[in-house]
């Protein structure tokens, strides 16, 4: 298998900075490793992409972990690497079904908070409509995102609404939210009723409270790690039954994805979302070698 970085845009033969202790962790686990121009591909060129990635001689699985991207463009480089003899183990459905939230709320609704999506907001009448659809949540506080990110380090902002019902309010978060995403916004606006979690800290900078979150990562829905979500937090040694969240993790349609759970200040423990094992970070204080062991034994 191997696992393909995205090149650094001012080097195409180093890869990208930020990814500099994954290649060699990758490398020193014992995986070939290869980069791709994500530059060239977000300009339609899948081919000139992967110009430096040497052909297999039979069809050979591959790993992408880079930046995110549309699935559009995530199936282009699927479609070039082929032309390699590479295969990608998530084609773009399987990417899609876990970076877009609505893709995959059906599967975790029983654990998440509950959740509802529409297109943005751009004219009196659609806020209208925007009011009457959260008027499920009553007065509860919400959170706003789009379809894969949130905003939240500006958390009074762009990203939490105490109360649904304050229609000024939440037309000021969600303007806020759609005016900073601009270009990046992803497909439309997602409202999630809001969980308090077991309070951990708060964020010395946008003042987000910090919980006791923690992310799994699944290969062939076996769990590859499992890490403190927070860097700079401390833990406790309580942690959750993963049995719940392995019977949901069976269901996912994916090959390598990520799950993130959190314990509420009631105790129970929930999943917050799902992202495509790819483009998932990493914490910064982990053992990143490990983790690409863990990845190469399973």
Known sequence: MRIIFCQ?????????MDYETEWHAAQAAGFKTELVSLEALMEGQAA??????TPALSMESA???????????????????????????????????????????????????????????????????????????????????DYVKSRKHEWVDACYIPDASDHGNVQRVVWNFIERQGAGLSEGIVFREFVPLEYL????????PLSKEYRIFFLDHQIIAFLNYWDDVTYDEDQPDLTPF???????????????????????WIIVELGDGGVSGLPEQMDVRAFYEGLLQD
């Open 8 to 16: 650094d845009p001012l080097d195409a033969k180093r890869v990208d």
């Open 48 to 53: 000139r992409s992967i110009r430096q990635i």
């Open 63 to 145: 790993i992408y972990r880079g930046w995110m991207m549309k699935p559009q463009h995530y199936q282009q480089l699927y479609d070039a690497l082929q032309s390699k003899n590479i295969e990608l183990i998530n084609d773009s459905t399987a990417y899609a079904h876990c970076h877009y939230l609505p893709y995959s709320y059906s599967m975790i609704a029983s654990l998440t908070p509950r959740t509802i999506w529409r297109t943005s907001p751009s004219k009196p009448a659609d806020w209208k409509e925007l009011f009457e659809q959260i008027a499920v949540f009553g007065e509860s506080p919400l959170i706003v995102k």
């Open 201 to 208: 800290q708060s964020h010395d900078k946008s003042g987000m």
């Open 246 to 268: 392995m019977e949901i993790a069976r269901t996912i349609t994916s090959r390598f994805f990520t799950m993130d759970i959190a314990k509420t200040a009631e105790g129970s």
